[in-house]
């Protein structure tokens, strides 16, 4: 068999990330060799013992949690926090037990880099929140982006509407000035976009089946699931919830899921439009030099096989 693929999730745990994490673990294609922690869905402290009790509920206490940033990457403190996406405890109000379990000492930046260091080219990290912590390894280690294998990251609005405001996507959102640092870095980066992921709904009636599996995954997310579809029934007219985090993880798993284009993608800082990405196709050789032009490439999904992810998803996800 070949080696399985190692991989570090960067989260905020939340719901769509739960489901993402349950599903890595479900995935024998993969290894989970870490959790870090970000803020996004919840503040970071929260995230933390949110992912100690995912590890705890999937009897995988052997996998370590590094605790990330509490703060943007230019220390800004005022965080836009998504509780009323995911529930104020993150995790479908179900006002669950605190974990046994505590963080590792390293710093979620720390551990990336030491990963990195001990595999080099081998690590992907899924990075499924703001990207602060990705970009602190970057900017403390100058060969974070040569060692590392590949940035897998869910974030951006690839020319549609974000989900914060019409410009911005939630996780670049809570960290642009982060974003851009790791966009423009040079490590081999893919984004997978809500361009992307809203093609990606898990439908009422897959919800029931879930209901139905006595897996022991599919009735944890059955009972945590009922504040994301409340919330999606509201803010949408979907019949359904995105499956944001999870298309992120299987695209990170199986590369062949999505199809990408390449080119420099750009963050929007300030304005109106802060956080907004903007990718440059390298076709036309514009007469001005211009932000995007000595930039390295990276790689944005443009297309998904939908009914490949959400059957992966239901597959691997009922029968546990
Ligand atoms: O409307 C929203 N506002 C803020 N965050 C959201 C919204 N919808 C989903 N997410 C969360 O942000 C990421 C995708 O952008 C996902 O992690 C999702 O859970």
Known sequence: ??????????????IDDAMAIFLALKSPEVEVIGLS??????????????????????????????EGSHVTINKGTKLRIADFVHGTDGLGNQNFPPPKGKPIELSAADFLIQQANLYPGKVTVVALGPLTNVALAIQSDPSFVKNIGQIVLLGGAFAVNGNV???????????PEAADIVFTSGADVLAVGINVTHQV???????????????????????????????????????GVYLHDPTALLAAVNPSLITCTEGAVRVQTTGITRGLTLFYNKQK??????????KPSVKV????????????????????
């Open 201 to 239: 709904v898990l439908t009422d009636a897959d919800r029931d089946k879930l209901a139905e599996s006595n897996g022991k995954f599919a009735q944890y997310l059955n009972k945590i699931l009922d504040v994301y579809f409340s919330y999606h029934h509201d803010a949408y007219s979907t019949k």
């Open 1 to 14: 068999m070949a080696e399985r693929k190692k991989i570090i999730i960067d989260t905020d745990p939340g």
């Open 301 to 320: 999904a443009v297309t998904v096989d939908a009914p490949a992810v959400v059957k992966l998803v239901m597959e691997r996800l009922t029968h546990s």
């Open 37 to 66: 922690t970000i803020y996004g869905n919840v503040y970071t402290t929260l995230a933390t013992k949110n992912a100690l009790h995912l590890l705890e509920i999937a009897e995988r206490t052997d996998i370590p949690v590094a």
């Open 285 to 294: 050789r514009f007469v001005e030099v211009t932000e995007w032009s000595d």
């Open 165 to 175: 405001n019409p410009a911005a996507e939630a996780n670049i959102f809570g960290d």
